[in-house]
Nanobody, 114 residues
Framework: QVSLAQSGGGLAQPGGSLRLDCRASPVPSGDFEMGWYRQAPGKQRELVAT??????EYADAVRGRFIILREGFQGPTYLQMNNLQPNDTAVYYC?????????WGQGTQVTVSG
C-alpha cells in the first residue's frame, strides 16, 4: 500500500501562483505514472497533468500555465500553478498509477479569488 501525502495549495489571487507537493511512501519499484486531478464544486473530477518515463500530458485548460515536475524517479512530484484563474478553484488530488494499482492523495483545496 502506497501513501501519498500532499501539501501546498491554499488561497491565491487571479494571476498568482501556488505549488502543490506530493510525496509517496513507500516509493514502489518498477515504473509508475504520477499525476494531478482536480474536482471543482458540482463538477466531475478531471485530469490536470500526468508524467511518466514515456509520457507528459496536460489538460487544455492548464497547458502553458501549470507545470508537473518530478524530483528524480524516487523523489516528490510537484504541480507548479502559474497565472491562476478563478475557474482553477478546486480540490486537487495527487495520483500514482502502477501496473496493478491506483493510489490517491487526500486532496488539497486551491481557491483563486480576488
Amino acid at each position: 500500500q502506497v501513501s501519498l501525502a500532499q501539501s501546498g495549495g491554499g488561497l491565491a489571487q487571479p494571476g498568482g501562483s501556488l505549488r502543490l507537493d506530493c510525496r509517496a511512501s513507500p516509493v514502489p519499484s518498477g515504473d509508475f505514472e504520477m499525476g494531478w486531478y482536480r474536482q471543482a464544486p458540482g463538477k466531475q473530477r478531471e485530469l490536470v497533468a500526468t508524467l511518466s518515463r514515456k509520457n507528459l500530458e496536460y489538460a487544455d485548460a492548464v497547458r502553458g500555465r501549470f507545470i508537473i515536475l518530478r524530483e528524480g524517479f524516487q523523489g516528490p512530484t510537484y504541480l507548479q500553478m502559474n497565472n491562476l484563474q478563478p475557474n482553477d478553484t478546486a480540490v486537487y488530488y495527487c495520483v500514482m498509477k502502477t501496473m496493478w494499482h491506483t493510489f490517491w492523495g487526500q486532496g488539497t483545496q486551491v481557491t483563486v479569488s480576488g
